[in-house]
């Protein structure tokens, strides 16, 4: 049982590198379709696998695992790709060492905020339109939740 939980954790992992290649950053908002993907095919084999070698008990713990496994990386890839200060630190321990003017030419405010337009197009959040940005009608719902939290913590 222990060792086909960690092989089902490895084929997790090996699944979820594939899909980040296959779909790069596409989003079904607010997941990139890599980690849907991943969850989904690693559940499907786990479960096809254990029905035929191990209870129910088993079963559901294993499945229970996966759903960790994915709540946890999915948390860990979005703090790296959203947060540029993580992304510094990975870029630094990558140079080792780097002057800030060379820096600067990879990656700049205007990278940065490419970076997170793009995001928001990918997860049809906003519509970009010449010079203007506006929010999608259809995906404010959310987004108007989040602000009016936000607006209501101001205030606190």
């Known amino acids: 049982m222990f060792t086909f939980c960690l092989i ?3 084929l997790y992992l090996i699944i979820l590198k594939v ?22 095919i690693t559940n499907i084999i786990s479960l096809i696998i254990m029905l035929f070698f191990f209870k129910l008990q088993v079963i559901l713990i294993v499945l229970f695992i996966n759903c960790l496994l994915s709540y946890s990386l999915y948390h860990i890839a979005n703090m790296i ?33 490419e970076n997170r337009l793009q995001r928001f197009i990918s997860s049809k959040q906003i519509k970009i339109n010449q010079e203007s940005i506006r929010l999608n009608i259809k995906k404010s719902f ?3 939740i989040v602000f009016k939290i936000f607006k209501f913590m101001k205030y606190l």
């Open 142 to 144: 959310f987004i108007e």
């Open 8 to 10: 089902n954790i490895f």
């Open 19 to 40: 899909n980040y290649f296959y779909f790069k950053q596409k989003m079904y908002f607010p997941f990139r379709l890599a980690e849907i993907s991943a969850f989904f």
């Open 81 to 113: 790709q959203t947060s540029p200060r993580t992304k510094i630190l990975l870029d630094v321990y990558y140079f080792k060492s780097i002057q800030k003017t060379d820096y600067l030419k990879i990656y700049n405010l205007d990278i940065i905020l």
